[in-house]
């Protein structure tokens, strides 16, 4: 079976900074990969190329078989691409339910015709927020959340587009111990329904129990890239972390 | 939710559409009826200005320039061969509309203060082009001589209450209009644009193509709003179409309404509009401009969601 996304040989640069250098990557359908990195390795501005956020200077990115180059982001969450952002961009003016129903009005209906009924998507709005225990708060506004519970509702929205991929942009960053478990499982769950999902996280013992492969980026350069355990003996990496 | 539906609203507008115009008209003054009129065309140019700058968070200081691009294309038709003035609403709302969706292309990628700024440079622009275009009146203006009576068949109706007529028939149709909107897919998809755009993109949302949608309708109103306008003053006068009362009050009088919902810029425009009415009258009417800045002034400290956003948070407090 291909893979679900390859990202070929892409190249981003700021300006006379180069972010991203020949990254290749390929993700299987179902897999969960970790992706880690010191801060400024590139990772967030590989999840931008490959939701088409920024555009990739070479290279290419094929998701489902399709080539993505060229597309904008609304494009690639048509076909499938969703993401979460590292800093939750919940939709400020409009209830929990109503920023779930954004993706399934422009994303779920675009793709597979305006099959539901108003009612119909309430309902859809509601389980996706029982999905992640926001279901008492659905008529509450972003404001209202605690930190963990934006989190969630980031993830929901981005589950809501009813993606093939989804790509978690630190979604755990300062949380609690068990509020990193919640957010966890809720990623677990997801990927035994058939998404296949990236994680990019800087909490190992959470990358360690989640990733079934560890992709490691380093100024820009995919320095590893195998089984977790193997990943972090890797001398190359334990140097990119701990110094010489 | 309990709610009216767009068909219910649109008839429930047009009664008090007609009931507006039945005590008009029997009250009989001229001067009620110019009057109105201009607050009538506030309401159509604030609704206007709200489906971009409200519903979208992109604020147009060029409103202006589509009023007045309405108000020249009559102008330019009507020294070809004199159309009938509904006909000419439709033109002047295609000429600003294309010109909105133009400038929506153009200034795409611009945000906040710089698209801002952008459409005030494409006011002027059109001022000066519209300055140094001697077949529109140039820099002179121009005149056009009203007809004392509007004559159907045996009907004869007086020319001031048939411009009347049509502006009460552009502001239900505007405000019909952008309540639809803001219950509808659009209006959920600009408000993502107001919100975060980026996170729009990300669930899916062409915001590119909305804005375009956006910035030719708003665009379209205004030319609406414009197209009688000739008729109604007489002589129009770049310095007068192109006016910094229009572009000030089209954003004022949302602000000072509320810009999230369709109430707001009916409010405002009712409330302002009447306020410099009332003003031009007793006092002058250089002190409109003035009401318009210290009201506004008033109202960002007081209630910075406009007075529809006051009474939102009023009753949420009450409920809770």
Redesign the interface.
């Given at each position: 079976m291909s893979a679900l996304l390859h990202v070929d040989n892409i190249t981003k640069r700021f300006g006379g900074f180069v972010a991203l250098d020949g990254v290749e990557i390929e993700v299987a359908r179902g897999e969960r990969l970790g992706l880690i990195g010191p801060n400024g390795s590139g990772k967030s501005t590989l999840v931008n190329c490959i939701?088409?956020?920024l555009q990739n200077e070479t290279g290419n990115v094929r998701f489902d078989s399709q080539v993505m180059d060229g597309m904008?982001?609304?494009q690639r969450?048509?076909r499938g691409l969703?993401?979460s952002?590292q800093l939750p961009?919940?939709?400020?003016?409009?209830t929990l339910a109503?920023n779930l129903?954004?993706?399934l009005?422009?994303?779920v209906?675009?793709r597979s015709g305006p099959l539901r009924s108003p009612g119909d998507l309430t309902d859809r709005c509601h389980e996706l927020l029982e999905m992640v225990g926001l279901a008492p708060k659905a008529n509450q506004m972003p404001r209202d959340l605690t930190q963990v519970e934006m989190r969630k509702l980031e993830l929901a929205?981005?589950v809501?587009?009813e993606p093939k991929l989804l790509i978690a942009d630190e979604s755990m960053a300062g949380l609690s111990n068990s509020e990193v478990e919640d957010i966890l499982a809720l990623l677990m769950r997801l990927n035994e329904r058939g998404i296949t999902i990236i994680l990019i996280e800087h909490i190992m013992s959470a990358v360690m129990k989640f990733s079934q492969r560890l992709a490691v980026l380093v100024s820009g350069k995919k320095i590893a890239d195998g089984r977790p355990e193997d990943v972090v003996r890797n001398p190359e990496v334990v140097r990119a972390y701990l110094g010489e | 939710m309990k709610s009216v539906t767009t068909a219910k609203f649109s008839l429930i507008a047009g009664a008090i559409g007609v009931v507006i115009l039945l005590i008009a008209h029997a009250v009989g003054v001229d001067y009620l009826y110019f009057a109105s009129y201009t607050i009538l065309q506030f309401i159509v140019l604030a609704t206007a200005w709200n489906i971009l700058g409200g519903y979208c968070g992109y604020v147009n200081f060029g409103s202006a320039a589509f009023f007045a691009l309405g108000a020249y294309s009559s102008v330019f038709i009507h020294k070809l061969y004199p159309l009938p003035v509904p006909l000419l609403i439709v033109i002047g709302a295609m000429v600003s509309g294309v010109v909105g969706l133009g400038m929506g292309y153009l200034t795409l990628r611009l945000r906040g203060s710089f698209f801002a700024i952008a459409t005030l440079a494409l006011a002027v622009v059109l001022q000066t082009l519209v300055v140094n275009w001697d077949f529109v009146g140039g820099s002179r203006g121009a005149y056009i001589i009203r007809p004392e009576y509007l004559e159907i068949g045996s009907f004869k109706i007086p020319y001031i209450e048939y411009l009347f007529a049509l502006m009460l028939a552009l502001a239900i149709i505007a405000l019909v209009s952008a309540r639809t909107i803001e219950r509808s897919q659009l209006g959920f998809g600009f408000a993502t644009i107001r919100d975060d755009e980026l996170a729009a993109e990300a669930c899916g949302v062409p915001t590119l193509k909305l804005k375009l949608i956006a910035t030719a309708i708003s665009g379209a109103f205004m030319g609406m709003a414009g197209a009688p306008f000739p008729y109604y003053i007489g002589y129009l006068q770049p310095s007068s179409a192109f006016g910094l009362e229009y572009a000030v009050n089209s954003i004022a009088m949302p602000m000072i309404g509320g810009t999230t919902s369709w109430v707001g810029p009916l409010v405002g425009a009712v409330l302002l509009g009447s306020a410099q009415q009332y003003a031009t009258v007793t006092i002058s009417s250089a002190v409109n401009l003035l009401i318009v800045g210290l009201m506004l002034v008033g109202f960002v400290i007081i209630a910075p969601n406009g007075i529809v956003g006051l009474v939102q948070e009023r009753l949420r407090r009450k409920r809770s």
């Open positions: 939701c088409g956020t904008s982001a609304h969450t048509h969703a993401r952002f961009r919940p939709f400020h003016s409009m109503d129903r954004i993706p009005l422009y994303t209906h675009a929205r981005a809501a587009a | -």
